[in-house]
């Protein structure tokens, strides 16, 4: 059974920049896709970011685009979310998760059967 586990969520400044990273373990299945979700407080699941298996593609929601870099360790077991310009409407739950899609499914939450438990990231104003 693969399980993700987040880890690097805190409370920043508007402006500032913050690193999350998650790490896979038990079975890791070739070719699982990994990324992160967010949910704000009273708001729904948003897609945030995916990186393929090897590393060669990325996906990313529009409001993180241009601030929101992701990337995979070469051992496939370890992603990166790296955050610049924060702002308070980045404040959510950032939830690392793993699936096997392609293309734009991989920007689809039902793409995902691997939940982490979360991690908080608060941005002040």
């Known amino acids: 059974q693969e399980q993700v586990a987040e880890s690097g969520g805190g409370l920043v400044q508007a402006g500032d920049s913050l690193t999350l990273s998650c790490v896979a373990s038990?079975?890791?299945?070739?070719?699982?896709?990994m990324g992160w979700v967010r949910q704000a407080p009273g708001g729904e699941r948003e897609f945030v970011a995916a990186v393929s298996y090897f590393g060669g593609s990325t996906y990313y929601g529009d409001s993180v685009r241009d601030r929101f870099t992701i990337s995979r360790d070469d051992d496939k077991t370890r992603v990166h979310l790296y955050m610049t310009r924060l702002q308070p409407d980045d404040t959510a739950v950032y939830s690392c998760?793993?699936?096997?899609?392609?293309?734009?499914?991989?920007?689809?939450?039902?793409?995902?059967?691997?939940w982490g438990q979360g991690t908080q990231v608060t941005v002040s104003s």
């Open positions: 038990g079975r890791m299945h070739h070719g699982i896709v």
């Open positions: 998760v793993a699936g096997h899609c392609s293309g734009w499914a991989c920007s689809q939450l039902h793409s995902y059967d691997v």
